[in-house]
């Protein structure tokens, strides 16, 4: 799967930050977080100045901060990317875009049907973009049906946004009576 240079980049980061932290955390007496994370941000800033020949690498990292995905804060003398929580959750949604989905074993499919009051429009569109991100496809404007194996990953969303008692959740498999 091909991912937009934003979602990429992200990814990388995420990834750089948790190898950091990883690192930081074993190595003892502590050093200066400069010394870990310059070496990672001097690869990622030449391995993306290659990739984006029609912008500078700073006008990037600006373009992902005035998205909100990122911020530069101070780190031991030297300034540092901080993913955001609207990064994280785009870490989120790449990576569940990213996952080899595996068709249910059982051959059926999960049906989710859904009412959100308009008081929860926000809440209506996390859900639709969630379920793009999970392979589920539009049956109906507030039906969407899925083959892949994310039952309990489709409760968890419901439960973590408080949808439940607007959703209703399906097993369902296609009849074959003739």
Known sequence: MRLPITDKFLWDLYNAIDKVERVYSSVSPPRSVRQYVYRDVIRLRKE???????RSFSQFIHYLQTKGYIKIKALGGTKGLVLTPKGAEKVLRVRRKMLKRKKRKDGRWIMI????PEKKRVLRQILRATLVDMGYE???????????DVFEETEKIIREYHLIPFVKLFLIEESTQS
């Open 48 to 54: 993306y100045e290659r990739r984006k020949n029609r």
């Open 113 to 116: 049907v859904f009412d959100v």
């Open 138 to 148: 539009k049956f109906q404007q507030s039906v969407w049906v899925c083959p892949y």
